[in-house]
Each structure stands twice: as C-alpha cells, then as structure tokens.
C-alpha cells in the first residue's frame, strides 16, 4: 500500500486497522517504527503484530476512527499530526466503547509517507 501524502497515509492506516489484518497495517508502518499505547511501548512491526493481534482478539468486531486531526508540522520528509480517536466493539460479547486523544509522526521514506511514531491515550 503506497501513501503519496501523510494526510492519505492516516486514512489508509484508519482503514487498514478496521480490516483486523496486520499485514495490511503493516504496510504503513516504518520498521524502525515506536507505539506508545497507555499500556505498554512497542517497538518492532513482530512486537507490534502481537500487541495489535491481541487487542483485535480481545474487542471483536471492532470499530476505529479518526477525527478532529490537525496537522501541526509537515515537511516533505516529515509530518506530525495529533487527532481524537474513538473505538467501539464487543469485549466478552458485550458492546463497549472508548476514546482518547493521537498523535502521528510520518517519514517520507523514499516509498511513500509511513508511521514512525504512534502515541495512544485514552480519556476516561
């Protein structure tokens, strides 16, 4: 998957992540990229397959999206953007949902713009 903007990269990574597929998120993922979730640092896309795997395992079904993204810095090389997320899917079968606030940082590798940086917080 090829993203020629940060701005189409973002939408590609929303789309990929509500296939439940890591191969396909991992086509817009750096290899030396680094997630901050609020429950642990993942580095390296094997680390970063087991961490996404197990939460698809854990919120079926599950519903993510992106809004309200400002982006704060972009270059032709770099961009950063920060955004509101909400989710929603079954935990033990019943419906359940949450949000938080992102922030991204894109690299332009020579291939199309990927994630370097991922950091996920949740608001309660």
Known sequence: MFASTPQQ??????????????????????EEAVYYFSDE???GPENLKNYFEKTWNHIRDEDYQIYDVNWISTSDTVA??????????????TLKEGQ????????????GWKVVHEHLSTLH
């Open 9 to 30: 990269a973002l939408k590609l990574l929303e789309e990929a992540t509500n296939t439940h597929d890591f191969k396909n998120v991992s086509e817009l993922i750096s």
């Open 41 to 43: 640092i993942v580095y």
């Open 80 to 93: 950063v953007c920060i955004y509101t997320f909400h989710w929603a899917g079954k935990i033990n079968g």
């Open 100 to 111: 938080g606030r992102g922030t991204n940082v894109f690299k332009n590798d020579g291939h």
